[in-house]
């Protein structure tokens, strides 16, 4: 069972950064893909980023390429989303998520954090 932990978020203006982190715990981190999920209020859960277990291979939502990038360090067990170039409609509940595959399907992701409010204001 691995459980995931979500920080970082907050509030920021509009053009702002934030990394967000996630860290991994009872399970070996290594194995599994890692993917970041968003949902903005009234909003379905949207695919953000997705990182193969090794780091080699990412894969982002069309609409978000240029501004985040998504990176891992198994040494610590963590997954990072930087996050540039912040707009309004960025504002979500970003979330976690591990799977054996890198995949952009939600449902295809065995395990979730709690998730991490971003606000970004303009």
């Known amino acids: 069972q691995v459980q995931l932990v979500e920080s970082g978020g907050g509030l920021v203006q509009a053009g702002g950064s934030l990394r967000l982190s996630c860290a991994a715990s009872?399970?070996?981190?290594?194995?599994?893909?890692m993917g970041w999920f968003r949902q903005g209020s009234g909003k379905e859960r949207e695919f953000v980023a997705a990182?193969?277990?090794?780091?080699?291979?990412?894969h982002y939502a069309d609409s978000l390429k240029g501004r985040f990038t998504a990176s891992r360090d198994n040494a610590k067990n963590t997954v990072y989303l930087q996050m540039n170039n912040l707009k309004p409609e960025d504002t979500a509940v970003y979330y976690c998520?591990?799977?054996?595959?890198?995949?952009?399907?939600?449902?295809?992701?065995?395990?979730w954090g709690q998730g991490t409010q971003v606000t970004v204001s303009s």
């Open positions: 998520a591990a799977n054996r595959d890198m995949a952009v399907a939600a449902h295809r992701y065995d395990y």
């Open positions: 990182i193969s277990g090794s780091g080699v291979y990412t």
């Open positions: 009872g399970g070996t981190f290594s194995i599994y893909a």
